[in-house]
């Protein structure tokens, strides 16, 4: 039998929340039925994906280049491609006008609750025009699609589906972690502190500087506590000059980027999502998974995922005060922290994993090819 072949389109060149989302699908596809082959913008995520025995190609498609939407297209045919799977907005763009000669599906993954749809810009108008013309729409969870629906009243519902990001459990269980006392003290963090972390990109919408805020008024109240951003993005620097003001760069440590995103999230004691607007953040899912206890502002893709103060703390608004308040929590209350994070892992485990979730979408595929 011949297999579907799907073709993942992103348009970035490093791992963060939607590429991680791409390897996890193409290692757990059933390659007896599907054959997966992706195009990504760099050298450095070709090579995560062909280390982990995925098929990659360099095409940049971030500017939506014609050049470049042309090299897509010569792929898409000499590769026979059946299914278009892009993931997010200029990756879904670029994926049909380089298919539609072909006449084959282009799915379309949105991987958050985008900020930019709120007000008119180019790129929402863009996103309205071609959203129409694709074969599916994909949302992260309810509450994201919902999201969408409000801010683009131009097309069907029942164009849109969710499904719920979710965790590889089997690439944790392969994992193999560093020491947390060595690794801290590699980090020159001592083993005694008490570790607030953050990782993902530094975006406006990522809400860092919030979280920087809170952490000045914890760090006076608690002298034992740091806190760890893991992560780069075009606001570091602002954030970084806000440590400084503070009087806190001795307690505020900024790693950049970094791949081994698990050390990291091992030897934090509590995960924070200061996040603006969120669909369902893989680092969200990782450091349940980790039995981490994760505290976040209300933020609309972690409706049905958190229920406050059982599997985590969600505050009731985004305020310095409030996040602060959560973190002075979880620092106070050890035995709560503990309970709240095992009940954050059972939950994930019964209801967002990897295999459930790959199920669902070999069924998408095979609606829309039949091989």
């Excluded at 993942?8 to 929340?17: N, P």
């Excluded at 309810?142 to 990001?165: D, F, G, K, Q």
């Excluded at 030897?267 to 680092?283: K, N, R």
């Excluded at 103060?309 to 602060?324: P, S, V």
Aim: glycine share 6%; charged share 25%; aromatic share 10%.
């Amino acid at each position: 039998m011949d297999k579907i072949k799907v073709l993942h389109i992103v348009a970035t060149g490093t791992l963060s929340g939607a590429e991680k989302v791409v390897l996890d699908i193409c290692t757990n596809l059933n390659r007896d039925r599907f054959e997966p082959v992706v195009v990504c913008a760099g050298e450095e995520l070709k090579g995560y994906y062909m280390n982990n025995e995925i098929e990659a190609h360099i095409i940049d498609i971030s500017k939506l280049n014609p050049i470049e939407i042309r090299r897509l297209k010569n792929l898409i045919k000499d590769k026979n491609i059946d299914i278009v799977h892009g993931h997010d907005i200029k990756a879904s763009i670029s994926g049909y006008l380089a298919s539609k000669r072909f006449k084959i599906p282009v799915i379309s993954h949105m991987h958050a609750s985008y900020y930019w749809m709120q007000k008119p810009s180019p790129l929402k108008l863009m996103d309205r025009y071609f959203r129409k013309k694709y074969s599916l729409s994909i949302a992260v969870s309810e509450m994201a699609r919902s999201y969408y629906l409000t801010h683009n009243n131009t097309i069907n519902p029942e164009s849109i589906i969710t499904l719920n990001n979710a965790f590889n459990f089997n690439e944790l269980e392969k994992a193999k972690l560093q020491d947390r006392v060595n690794f801290k003290e590699r980090l020159g963090i001592d083993r005694n502190k008490f570790i607030y972390g953050f990782l993902g990109r530094l975006i406006e919408i990522k809400g860092a500087d919030l979280m920087i805020d809170s952490f000045n008024i914890v760090q006076k109240k608690k002298e034992n506590t740091v806190l760890l951003i893991v992560g780069d993005g075009p606001e570091r620097q602002k954030l970084e000059e806000k440590v400084r003001g503070y009087g806190i760069s001795d307690k505020v440590i900024f790693t950049g980027y970094q791949k081994n995103v698990y050390d990291y999230m091992n030897i934090f004691d509590c995960f924070i999502l200061p996040s603006i607007t969120e669909g369902l953040p893989i680092a969200v899912l990782e450091a349940m998974a980790m039995k981490k206890t994760v505290i976040s502002t209300p933020v609309a893709g972690l409706k049905d995922l958190m229920k406050d103060g059982y599997n985590g703390l969600i505050l009731e608004e985004r305020t310095e005060e409030a996040l602060a308040e959560a973190m002075l929590t979880v620092y106070e209350k050890p035995e709560l922290s503990r309970q709240m994070a095992e009940n954050a892992y059972s939950f994930l485990y019964e209801n967002y994993n990897i295999n459930r979730y790959i199920e669902r979408l070999e069924n998408i595929y095979s609606r829309f090819v039949q091989k």
